[in-house]
């Protein structure tokens, strides 16, 4: 619960930010309602001592506005930047 409060307080701050960077008042993203319905998913995919022999997650899309990730040391994520991944 401690982790999702501090998550949280960071998109918080973080649509402050991104609010000022667009020319807008501090407010403004939050009081669209961007920052309404949080969606906590958490997902460990753990190494794997075979990578050749996996097939990996299959691509996706998150439907928010917007994802914060914690990636650790294991390399694998791939974004795709206007790219469909269907």
């Known amino acids: ?24 008042e501090p407010e403004y993203l939050k ?5 309404n319905g949080y969606d906590f998913v958490y ?7 075979q990578p050749k022999l996996t097939l990996g997650a299959q691509g996706n899309s998150d439907p928010s506005f917007l994802t914060i990730l914690l990636q650790d040391q294991i390399r694998g994520l791939q ?4 790219k469909s991944v269907d």
Do not use: D
């Open 31 to 35: 009081g669209m309602g961007c920052s």
């Open 43 to 49: 997902n460990y995919y753990p190494h794997c001592p």
């Open 79 to 82: 974004v795709f930047y206007e």
């Open 1 to 24: 619960m401690a982790h999702m409060k501090e998550v949280r307080k960071l998109g918080e701050t973080l649509f402050g930010i991104l609010s000022v960077a667009l020319g807008l």
